[in-house]
């Protein structure tokens, strides 16, 4: 056992190049928030008859040197140095202000808005008022938001989340639970969680076609779902097949390229148009 030597060895080359990796990220994700750098995407939920239902609001970050850096790289390293509170909060209001822009004209004031809301973020004191002044700010009804949570952000402290969610839901909140089946997925807190919906994570609809105990797994989750009065969501789907599959099985709603990838807000009154 050589962990004694652990202090030492923390400032390896390969290490320290990853540190620095880090602080240029956060140095650039401060400069964003400052600079307007980040910007959100809708990817369209469409329902049983693949009518628009919605659109999920996703996270993008256009990196100083003009590309763009996707969530799944820089979500992580927010939540850590808690930069995720005012991202959230950025997306937050942002996602808002497209709500209410929605509710203004007859084709679009049926369609719902999901933000994610990281753990952090879920965590804060004054999460509740946060949001209730970013829907007041944005004049939006708070009936058409969702907010997505994922399992590590509601079991760590149940009770707080309980009472968090329900004080949201009456202010006419929904909650969809994010990429369900790949965390600790007990059935018992679902059960004192008032969640509408529950988002089958697209791993499981990836693997279904080549693996049965996806496709069990799929099934079961469709079943206790429906048994627990939620709608499902499924993540990722990308053909034909997968949908019928779902559709079969009743699954409500469908998010995946099948359906149309996340859009610049520009591009969704063509899209509309088109379906
Ligand atoms: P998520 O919430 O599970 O979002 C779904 C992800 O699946 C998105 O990735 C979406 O682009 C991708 N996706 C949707 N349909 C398909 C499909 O048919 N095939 C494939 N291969 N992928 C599909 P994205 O936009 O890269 O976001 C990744 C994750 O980053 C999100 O997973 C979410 O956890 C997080 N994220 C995104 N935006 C935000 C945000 O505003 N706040 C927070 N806290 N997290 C965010
Ligand atoms: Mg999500
Ligand atoms: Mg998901
Ligand atoms: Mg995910």
Redo the contacts with the bound molecule.
Sequence with gaps: KEDGRNAIRFFNPAMQAVVDAHTRMEIGLRAALDNGGFH??Y?PQVDRQGRPAGA?????WSGPDGTTI???EF?PL?EDTGL?VQ??QW?LDTACAQLARWQQSAATRHLSIA????AR?FRQADFVSLVRSAIERAGADPSRLKL?L?ESAILDDLDQSVTRMNQLRKLGIQFAL??FGTGYSSLSYLKRLPFAQL?I??SFI?DMAEDEGSEAIVIAILSMSHALSLEVVA????TPIQREFLRLRGCELF????FG??LPIEEWQDFLAMV
């Design positions: 959100l995407l990817q999920e609001a996703l996270i993008r996707s969530p799944a979500i927010a995720i991202i959230g997306v933000v994610n809301v990281s973020q997505e994922t994010d990429d988002k994570d697209r990836h993540e990722g789907v990308e998010q995946g390229y099948l990838k996340p």
